[in-house]
């Protein structure tokens, strides 16, 4: 067979591949989010999401709230619906992870449940991830154009706000809202350099603290309240997420014996 076929062949399969690098994973963990959930599907349902393949997986805690009847009377319309219920397990950043080792597509997109989050800005978050140098896309609710709902108490403004300066110390370029919950990443970032050790809620910082990406951009959203259930932000999640900082720092800052000696006295 001649040369030119082989071009042929490959320049197609080199599109091929191109075309299917675009399909995506939506990743959503839920915690006692039945109220919220269809709506969020039906709006997800109603997106435009052009040549783009892609499946939602739910990471439910066996929050035994009735999401899983919710969600299998809508899989016969929406095929690329599913749902992971774990027993025994109660951790976002896990089921998270889960949802990432289960998903079928080169790209994840992860997302809070309980509608705070737009599902209208998950196409802009994934166009901008299929940009090239491109790795990691944040929804950001500080970055210009950017907005969130005002009713926090201001204890919980101060809080957001110390929380979020720590954290940009971890990542190489400037960054408004590194602990967003609202991601978008390549697949492949995920196995790129140190393995995950998560602790608490921020995956997302995690992801790109361990990956050392700088090929980081961030999109506006609007951020709404949560109307409906409960706030999962206790105590106990600020407490890991001091832990958590504390081990990413040592992870960018300190040798690995430093590190030992830190957290293990
Ligand atoms: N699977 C799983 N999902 C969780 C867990 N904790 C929280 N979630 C989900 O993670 C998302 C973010 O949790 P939220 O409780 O909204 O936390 P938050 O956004 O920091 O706080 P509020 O919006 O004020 O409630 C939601 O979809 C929750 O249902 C958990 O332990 N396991
Ligand atoms: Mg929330």
């Known amino acids: 067979m001649s040369l030119h076929f082989y071009k042929v062949i490959y320049c197609f399969l080199q599109k091929l591949k191109r075309f299917m690098d675009q399909n995506f994973s939506i990743i959503l963990p839920t915690f006692h989010e039945a109220k919220n959930i269809l709506n969020l599907l039906l709006r997800i349902g109603n997106l435009d ?37 774990r027993q025994g397990q109660k951790s976002l950043s896990t089921a998270v992870i889960e949802g990432i080792k289960a998903s ?12 705070s ?4 800005k998950i196409l802009e978050l994934i166009t901008e991830l299929t940009k090239p140098n491109i790795d990691f896309v944040i929804g950001s609710r500080y970055i210009n154009g950017g907005t969130y709902d005002q009713q926090w108490p201001w204890v919980r403004r101060i809080i957001s706000k110390a929380a979020t300066k720590l954290a940009t110390h971890l990542i190489s370029i400037p960054i408004t809202d590194p602990l967003s919950g609202f991601i978008a990443f ?32 961030e999109v506006p ?5 949560r109307k409906n259930g409960k706030s999962k932000l206790r105590l ?4 890991d997420y001091l832990l958590h900082l504390i081990r990413l720092y040592c992870f960018k ?3 690995k014996k430093k590190t030992k000696k830190i957290l293990l006295g």
């Open 221 to 225: 959203i609007h951020f709404a309240d």
């Open 49 to 85: 999401m052009g040549s783009h393949k892609f499946e939602v997986i739910i990471v439910d805690d066996n929050s035994n709230d009735g999401i899983e009847t919710i969600v299998s009377s809508l899989q016969s319309e929406f095929s690329w619906l599913r749902i992971i219920i």
């Open 253 to 255: 800052y300190l040798s």
């Open 117 to 120: 989050h737009p599902p209208e």
């Open 104 to 115: 079928t597509y080169p790209l994840c997109l992860v997302m809070d449940a309980d509608l």
């Open 186 to 217: 390549k697949k492949s970032l995920f196995t790129l350099n140190a393995p995950l050790r998560p602790i608490g809620f921020k995956i997302g910082l995690e992801i790109l603290v361990r990956s050392q990406s700088s090929r980081i951009t």
């Open 236 to 239: 106990r999640i600020m407490v």
